[in-house]
């Protein structure tokens, strides 16, 4: 699968060669050439060498070749996510990379759970910014619903858990997340309960829109 965070850019060639990529921790790497597809992107080490990743964890790119070429340009993502996420943005990322989730999804679950709102009471007794019944805040050492921190670490250790649990599939662990695992395995997928399937499609539709095409400047 390939690499996330050229899509603009890339979208006629779907490869840039010789470039220097810019991750969105600060750290770099130069690679000999970078494709992508969809959300996701292969790096080419040289070598045969290959490392495949989100694009999402892609902040910029840089060429490596002479400047003035028309091909010399800085890639750069428009952190749209964080710009929906607001204050809450950097205790998301954080709490994604605790939980080796993708810091997008679990901005876009906040938002459909409860629109950020860290004391949102739902009228099943779901609570905070990822709405954590009582026994799943408590299976995840949860003691303040209303804390966002405890919140989003109980929340995100749920859903890696689920991830986990069913082969990394996220609409499954989304599914589940909103009607339960048991159900999930019931119906051997997706549950056909409306108000479930509403959610997988809204959470995955707010990701995408969250990943919003790349600048290109000369």
Same mark, same amino acid.
């Given at each position: 699968? @390939?690499?996330?965070?050229?899509?603009?850019?890339?979208?006629?060639?779907?490869?840039? #060669?010789?470039?220097?990529?810019? !991750?969105?921790?600060? *750290?770099?790497?130069?690679?000999?050439?970078?494709?992508? =597809?969809?959300?996701?992107?292969?790096?080419?080490?040289?070598?045969?060498? *290959?490392?495949?990743?989100? %694009? &999402?964890?892609?902040?910029?790119?840089?060429?490596? *070749?002479?400047?003035?070429? $028309?091909?010399?340009?800085?890639?750069?993502?428009?952190?749209?996510?964080?710009?929906?996420?607001?204050?809450?943005? $950097? /205790?998301?990322?954080?709490?994604?990379?605790?939980?080796?989730?993708?810091?997008?999804? %679990?901005? &876009?679950? #906040?938002?459909?759970?409860?629109? !950020?709102?860290? +004391?949102?009471?739902? =009228?099943?007794?779901?609570?905070?910014?990822?709405?954590?019944?009582?026994?799943?805040?408590?299976? !995840?050492?949860?003691?303040?619903? !209303?804390?966002?921190?405890?919140?989003?670490?109980?929340?995100?250790?749920?859903?890696?858990?689920? @991830?986990?649990?069913?082969?990394?599939?996220? $609409?499954?662990? /989304? #599914?589940? +997340?909103?009607?339960?695992?048991?159900?999930?395995?019931?119906?051997?997928?997706?549950?056909? +309960?409306? $108000?479930?399937?509403? +959610?997988? =499609?809204?959470? /995955? =539709?707010? *990701?995408?829109?969250? @990943?919003?095409?790349?600048?290109?400047?000369?």
């Amino acid at each position: 699968m @390939l690499m996330p965070a050229l899509v603009a850019t890339l979208a006629f060639s779907g490869v840039v #060669a010789d470039e220097l990529v810019i !991750f969105d921790d600060g *750290r770099t790497l130069e690679v000999s050439a970078l494709e992508v =597809s969809g959300d996701q992107a292969v790096l080419d080490l040289g070598g045969g060498a *290959r490392l495949s990743l989100p %694009l &999402a964890r892609i902040a910029s790119v840089r060429s490596r *070749r002479p400047a003035g070429a $028309e091909a010399a340009r800085v890639v750069e993502r428009a952190a749209a996510w964080k710009d929906e996420a607001g204050k809450f943005a $950097e /205790l998301i990322e954080a709490t994604a990379r605790r939980h080796n989730l993708d810091p997008v999804l %679990l901005m &876009a679950m #906040a938002a459909v759970e409860s629109n !950020f709102d860290p +004391y949102a009471v739902s =009228s099943k007794g779901a609570c905070g910014i990822l709405q954590l019944i009582p026994a799943t805040a408590e299976r !995840f050492g949860v003691v303040d619903v !209303f804390d966002a921190r405890q919140n989003l670490n109980g929340g995100a250790g749920y859903l890696r858990w689920l @991830l986990d649990r069913f082969g990394g599939e996220t $609409e499954l662990a /989304l #599914a589940a +997340y909103n009607a339960g695992e048991n159900a999930v395995d019931r119906h051997g997928g997706v549950p056909p +309960y409306p $108000e479930t399937r509403d +959610y997988v =499609s809204r959470v /995955l =539709s707010r *990701r995408t829109a969250a @990943l919003r095409p790349l600048q290109a400047s000369n």
